[in-house]
């Protein structure tokens, strides 16, 4: 078998994963997201590796890398990195069917196998507490517009639970984007860079209705976020929810999954936009109060219903076999 290193012509010039990534890897497509997220991880691994050549990592380089930064971190981060560093890796391995885009640098594959992550329920907010922010919206101050920053803050409750969208792609929605005629939006997502169309309950159409204007954005973007979080921590406040129990931006986006996910697994995948349901599923979908309503709603065969002491007689009309 051929190693990666035997096959290495380039010593006054070495070509780390840094190099790799710069010169045959990044491109003008990532988003500004997605390069932080590559930068974060080549940061890591020069700091636990002896940043070897491309040629010199094989699986064990791979695992001693893990090894040392699960010291201080949890599975699914260093399985975010992981992906990154074989999205590098194969761009330079063999060319094939399973890989189109290989440049033929490296002449085999590299792996290390993703780390089990624990499934975390996803923190969704009830009809109670949904109730309790809308009302608490007259609290608000910021942003100051005619129409009154409760309102503004009721539509961006509103919009929230009904499309989950994440905050920059809720701060980034524009006038143009909207068609309330046809109940729509048409934006590209800032995490995926695709073109996303959904659609808008009558429930936002009639809020955007209550603040709509000749604007850039629907949602006013804040300078920084000390403003929107600091806003959105006051309202919270006056729903009388703990502070170590307020909700998240997210948490909204969770709650929208939740609701679609009990109804139609595939509708709450493309609501908020997952390339698998089971993404959906595992991470935005919290269906155990469902699932135990269900559950203890399962009809039950008339033998199973007939008494809790099994010494008594049984029915007979349940014993009889059809004719």
Same mark, same amino acid.
């Given at each position: 078998?051929?190693?990666?290193?035997?096959?290495?012509?380039?010593?006054?010039?070495?070509?780390?994963? #840094?190099?790799?990534?710069?010169?045959?890897?990044?491109?003008?497509?990532?988003?500004?997201?997605?390069?932080?997220?590559?930068?974060?991880?080549?940061?890591?691994?020069?700091?636990?590796?002896?940043?070897?050549?491309?040629?010199?990592?094989?699986?064990?380089?791979?695992?001693?890398?893990?090894?040392?930064?699960?010291?201080?971190?949890?599975?699914?981060? +260093?399985?975010?990195?992981?992906?990154?560093?074989?999205?590098?890796?194969?761009?330079?391995? &063999?060319?094939?069917?399973?890989?189109?885009?290989?440049?033929?640098?490296?002449?085999?594959?590299?792996?290390?196998?993703?780390?089990?992550?624990?499934?975390?329920?996803?923190?969704?907010?009830?009809?109670?507490?949904?109730?309790?922010?809308?009302?608490?919206?007259?609290? *608000?101050?910021?942003?100051? +517009?005619?129409?009154?920053?409760? *309102?503004?803050?009721? *539509?961006?409750?509103? +919009?929230?639970?009904?499309?989950?969208?994440?905050?920059?792609?809720? =701060?980034?929605?524009?006038?143009?984007?909207?068609?309330?005629?046809?109940?729509?939006?048409?934006?590209?997502?800032?995490?995926?860079?695709?073109?996303?169309?959904?659609?808008?309950?009558?429930?936002?159409?009639?809020?955007? %209705?209550?603040?709509?204007?000749?604007?850039?954005?629907? +949602?006013?973007?804040?300078?920084?976020?000390? %403003?929107?979080?600091?806003?959105?921590?006051?309202?919270?406040?006056?729903? #009388?929810?703990?502070?170590?129990?307020?909700?998240?931006?997210?948490?909204?986006?969770?709650?929208?999954?939740?609701? !679609?996910?009990?109804?139609?697994?595939?509708?709450? %995948?493309?609501? !908020?936009?997952?390339?698998?349901?089971?993404?959906?599923?595992?991470?935005?979908?919290?269906?155990?109060?469902? !699932?135990?309503?269900?559950? =203890?709603?399962?009809?039950?065969?008339?033998?199973?219903?007939?008494?809790?002491?099994?010494?008594?007689?049984?029915?007979?009309?349940?014993?009889?076999? &059809?004719?």
């Amino acid at each position: 078998m051929i190693s990666n290193s035997q096959t290495s012509s380039i010593d006054s010039d070495r070509l780390t994963l #840094r190099k790799a990534f710069l010169e045959h890897y990044k491109s003008p497509d990532l988003k500004p997201r997605t390069l932080e997220c590559y930068e974060n991880m080549l940061g890591h691994w020069e700091a636990l590796t002896d940043d070897p050549e491309v040629f010199d990592i094989e699986n064990k380089t791979l695992q001693t890398f893990r090894n040392a930064f699960m010291e201080d971190h949890t599975p699914p981060t +260093f399985n975010k990195l992981r992906r990154h560093i074989l999205a590098i890796m194969n761009r330079l391995g &063999p060319p094939g069917p399973r890989n189109r885009e290989g440049l033929g640098i490296l002449k085999e594959f590299v792996w290390i196998k993703p780390l089990k992550e624990n499934e975390k329920i996803p923190r969704v907010a009830n009809d109670q507490q949904l109730n309790a922010i809308y009302e608490a919206c007259a609290v *608000a101050t910021w942003p100051n +517009f005619e129409f009154g920053s409760a *309102a503004w803050w009721r *539509a961006v409750v509103v +919009f929230l639970y009904n499309t989950g969208l994440r905050r920059n792609d809720f =701060l980034d929605l524009t006038i143009k984007e909207v068609d309330l005629d046809k109940g729509m939006i048409t934006f590209d997502a800032e995490k995926t860079g695709k073109q996303r169309r959904l659609p808008l309950h009558q429930s936002v159409i009639d809020h955007f %209705q209550l603040i709509w204007s000749d604007r850039e954005l629907v +949602f006013p973007k804040p300078k920084g976020f000390k %403003q929107l979080y600091g806003q959105f921590y006051k309202i919270q406040m006056a729903a #009388r929810i703990d502070g170590e129990d307020h909700f998240t931006f997210h948490q909204l986006r969770s709650t929208c999954g939740t609701n !679609l996910f009990v109804r139609s697994p595939a509708a709450a %995948q493309e609501m !908020l936009g997952h390339s698998s349901v089971e993404t959906t599923r595992r991470s935005y979908a919290n269906v155990s109060n469902h !699932l135990i309503e269900e559950a =203890l709603a399962t009809p039950q065969p008339a033998a199973f219903q007939t008494s809790s002491n099994p010494d008594d007689d049984p029915d007979p009309d349940i014993l009889r076999f &059809p004719a």
